[in-house]
């Protein structure tokens, strides 16, 4: 049963910021993070995507991101996704900001994309701080070395305790600052300041939709739509677009 204050917020709105996590990718096999998919070779993932992890063992975090890059490359983007990509043609303003590395969002046709955790395809030497797009999989030297100095490559991803891309939250905020709802969908909410757009949405007095297959929000007010995003999604947009027509 889908909330009617979801339906009726999405009608009427005319700018909409949308927050997704690792949970919007589920369906299209790729783990999370935390819960039962965040574990790899028994190793914890959460662990393993952090900067000390890499200074310790560089080859061990390159062969979780080139595992993850397979899984990944024979991926497709999901229901979720794809009504993502419905939604953003709908509204006169949308926003997606995302949480993942994984770029189904960008495969499935999403283009104003906010994506705070960098992206799996783009290595960063660690000397140069140059940047590049590798997108062979399996990588063919792992783990990769910059061919101007020969010093390692890193994943160009944000571990924890390292800054988003600069323009990044600032972009976010603004789009919330003249938006009417925001929904998050598939994420945990547990990382900042990815997760802060919810309570600051909450302050500013606007309606907060979650869809997840179980409640992970813990700012009082947000709205649960329970479910694996693949379903509710389409369900919710196709509620909302009949709504919009005039006949549901
Ligand atoms: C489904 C589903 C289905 C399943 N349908 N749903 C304020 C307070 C406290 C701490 C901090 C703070 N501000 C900053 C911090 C520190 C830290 C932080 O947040 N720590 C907390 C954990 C305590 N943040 C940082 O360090 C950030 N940097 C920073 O703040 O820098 C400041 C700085 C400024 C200037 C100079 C230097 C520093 C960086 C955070 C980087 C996060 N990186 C990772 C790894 C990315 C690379 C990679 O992918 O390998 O990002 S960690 C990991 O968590 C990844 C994710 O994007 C992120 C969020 O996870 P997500 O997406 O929520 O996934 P899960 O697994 O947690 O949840 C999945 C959900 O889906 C679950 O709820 C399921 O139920 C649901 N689900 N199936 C719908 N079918």
């Not at 560089?58 to 397979?70: A, D, H, I, M, S």
């Amino acid at each position: 049963m889908l909330p009617p204050q979801a339906i009726d917020a999405l009608a009427r709105a005319r700018a909409v910021v949308v927050l997704t996590g690792a949970g919007i990718s589920a369906e299209s096999g790729i783990p999370t993070f935390r819960g039962a998919g965040g574990l790899w070779r028994n190793h914890d993932a959460m662990k393993l995507a952090t900067p000390e992890a890499f200074a310790a063992d560089p080859q061990l975090v390159w062969e979780f991101y080139e595992y993850r890059r397979q899984v990944v490359a024979k991926a497709e983007p999901n229901a979720g996704h794809r009504t993502l990509v419905e939604m953003e043609a709908a509204y006169p303003e949308f926003t997606l900001v995302t949480q993942n590395v994984d770029g189904l969002h960008q495969r499935a046709g999403s283009r104003n994309l906010i994506a705070l955790h960098g992206d799996l395809w783009t290595l960063r030497c660690t000397e140069e701080g140059t940047e590049r797009v590798e997108t062979r999989v399996p990588m063919p030297e792992l783990p990769p070395r910059c061919a101007r100095c020969g010093a390692l490559e890193r994943p160009g991803v944000v571990w924890f305790g390292e800054a988003l891309p600069p323009e990044a939250m600032p972009r976010a905020y603004a789009a919330l600052g003249d938006a009417q709802l925001l929904l998050v969908v598939g994420t945990s909410c547990r990382v900042y300041p990815a997760a802060s757009l919810v309570p600051v949405a909450l302050r500013a007095g606007m309606p907060v939709f979650e869809v997840n297959v179980e409640p992970a929000a813990d700012f009082p007010g947000v709205i649960a739509l329970e479910g694996p995003s693949g379903e509710v999604l389409p369900e919710l947009w196709s509620r909302v677009v009949s709504r919009r027509a005039g006949s549901g």
